[in-house]
């Protein structure tokens, strides 16, 4: 990344996992939601977008991140493990899907999420594309 902070297209992850939401436990859920939120993004800013999106009806939980490159995807898994275990009880996890590349150490942090919450892990290389810098709002 240079100067401009504008994303190296080469370099982005895209962090994407599915989780059941065990019954009963919902409130619960949103109130761990919100305060492992608050920390990662006091603790996070290189993290370019995090954020959870719930469906209650289907009981459904689905988490995205966009990260500037491995280091930072390392540096979420370690900064959160204690809060995402917390969480652990509420959910089932069903699939981790990282799109771009990974080092060892983050896919090897990704397996140990995966075996302590169940779940698969998926990583899928980019073949093409590009990133744009954020628009400024001044």
Same mark, same amino acid.
């Given at each position: 990344?240079?100067? $401009?902070?504008?994303?190296?297209? +080469?370099?982005?992850?895209?962090?994407?996992? @599915?989780?059941? /939401?065990?019954?009963?436990?919902?409130?619960?859920? &949103?109130?761990?939601?919100?305060?492992?939120? $608050?920390? /990662?993004?006091?603790?996070?800013?290189?993290?370019?977008?995090?954020?959870? @999106?719930?469906?209650?009806? %289907?009981?459904?939980?689905?988490?995205? %991140?966009?990260?500037?490159?491995?280091?930072?995807?390392? *540096?979420?898994?370690?900064?959160?493990?204690? #809060? *995402?275990? &917390?969480?652990?009880?509420?959910?089932?996890?069903?699939? /981790?899907?990282?799109?771009?590349? /990974?080092?060892?150490?983050? @896919?090897?942090?990704?397996? #140990? &999420?995966? #075996?302590?919450?169940?779940? +698969?892990?998926?990583?899928?290389?980019?073949? %093409?594309? *590009?990133?744009?810098?954020? @628009?400024? +709002?001044?």
């Amino acid at each position: 990344m240079g100067s $401009d902070r504008r994303p190296d297209s +080469s370099q982005l992850i895209v962090y994407v996992d @599915h989780s059941d /939401i065990h019954q009963g436990r919902s409130a619960e859920l &949103k109130d761990g939601i919100r305060r492992l939120v $608050d920390a /990662i993004e006091g603790l996070e800013p290189q993290l370019i977008a995090y954020g959870f @999106h719930l469906d209650e009806e %289907a009981g459904h939980m689905t988490v995205t %991140a966009v990260h500037p490159d491995s280091a930072s995807l390392e *540096f979420h898994m370690e900064v959160g493990r204690e #809060e *995402f275990r &917390k969480l652990g009880d509420m959910i089932t996890l069903r699939e /981790i899907q990282v799109y771009g590349s /990974i080092n060892a150490r983050a @896919h090897a942090m990704l397996v #140990e &999420k995966t #075996e302590m919450l169940g779940g +698969s892990l998926r990583v899928i290389e980019r073949f %093409a594309g *590009f990133a744009r810098p954020p @628009h400024s +709002s001044a």
